[in-house]
């Protein structure tokens, strides 16, 4: 659930300017199908990456899984990609890294294409482990999901937090549906509300920066698709009209 990158580069964007040191990984190799029967476009979907330079292997990149930490602000992250086998087996690493650094809360950040139009902040839905996080994520505007569909290895996590002597809560952010690649209008949206939850500082000016070129590039393509253009508009006032609603 990395629309946009906006799990990662929530979570890059919080790690940055701290004195981070890597706890852990998760060996990769059990956990991800890397070839897939059928056409070489589906079986593309699952490979490595690599890159040549002038008959050399240059990069060859396999899924990471990698935990790291400050200790001076007692948190503990997380860097991975959802695994396509033993989801439990994967599940019980994490539990168990968490465990041996006496993780009590764990907070999962995702998002995922939607209405949401490219001018407004993404919809911010929450899940929680227990009642009494509710609270905490009303006050910073999250509405709760009632969704209802396949599940996420997030949601695995979340139930089973419980038993493991751990809260959990799971942040999605709703996205542009119609665009591709980074969005920092939707990290910076995300990473503000984070920071408010933990409760740190985060500067959170570049961020903005980029949210703001970003937003303009984007309004300027869309606006020589005129077809676009007017779904734009409509998801526009859609949106607005629901603010309104909320409001009344």
Not at 45 to 72: I, Q
Not at 82 to 94: G, K, T, Y
Not at 108 to 136: C, D, N, W
């Amino acid at each position: 659930m990395d629309g946009g990158d906006v799990s990662t580069g929530t979570v890059q964007r919080i790690m940055e300017g701290r004195q981070v040191t890597e706890l852990a990984r998760i060996d990769p190799d059990p956990f991800y199908i890397f070839n897939f029967p059928g056409s070489m476009e589906v079986a593309a979907l699952f490979r490595p990456e690599v890159k040549y330079s002038g008959g050399l292997v240059r990069e060859f990149a396999m899924p990471v899984n990698m935990f790291f930490c400050d200790e001076s602000a007692n948190l503990v992250f997380f860097l991975g990609k959802e695994p396509n086998l033993r989801w439990q087996e994967f599940a019980d690493c994490i539990f168990a890294v968490c465990k041996q650094v006496r993780v009590r809360r764990i907070i999962f950040i995702g998002s995922f294409g939607g209405t949401v139009p490219h001018t407004r902040e993404p919809r911010m839905y929450a899940s929680v482990s227990h009642q009494k996080l509710k609270p905490i994520l009303a006050e910073a505007g999250f509405r709760f999901s009632d969704y209802h569909g396949p599940a996420s290895f997030a949601t695995l996590l979340l139930v089973q937090c419980a038993r493991h002597g751990m809260e959990m809560l799971s942040l999605v952010a709703e996205i542009p549906g119609y665009l591709q690649g980074t969005n920092p209008l939707s990290i910076e949206a995300v990473t503000r509300r984070l920071a408010r939850i933990l409760n740190i500082p985060v500067d959170l000016d570049a961020l903005r920066r980029a949210s703001n070129e970003w937003e303009v590039q984007v309004s300027q393509a869309v606006e020589q698709d005129s077809e676009l253009a007017e779904t734009v508009r409509k998801l526009e006032e859609q949106y607005d009209d629901e603010l309104i609603r909320k409001e009344q």
